[in-house]
């Protein structure tokens, strides 16, 4: 995967047993390749059944709601963002996600105030703001 190779690396793990591939650190190799490879609802598909499996692993989140992005279906997305783990719901990366999903909708106002508390929480964040098109907009 390493080697910008995910074909192989999906390969690999499916080789293995079901037992082997139910292991999280296997389940999160999965994810990387599926998402490398745009399979987006296959990802989202692993990621939820995962995230049912395994609730407490805030990875399996992340690439849920990736996925969910990635396939521009907000509604999903926040869904997934919002039953995260708390440690995930504390960080700017979790609001900045929640802002793309209220931008999405149609939120404004609400992608404003995640927005807002993304940056507070890491200012990092703005830098992934003002790349996106879409979010720089709402920075004032």
Known sequence: LELAMPEDSLAEVESLTQEQQQQPALIH??????M????????????????????????FYIHAGA????LQRPEEARYIWDSAPENLQRTGFFHFNLAWCELESGNLKCAEVHLKKAIQLDPAVRDFAVDD???KRLLK
């Open 29 to 34: 190799l999965k994810l990387i390749a599926l």
């Open 36 to 59: 490398g490879l745009r399979r987006y609802e296959d990802a989202a598909c692993c990621a939820c059944d995962a995230i049912q499996k395994r609730p407490e692993i805030a990875e």
């Open 67 to 70: 996925a969910f992005t990635a």
């Open 133 to 135: 098109p879409r979010m």
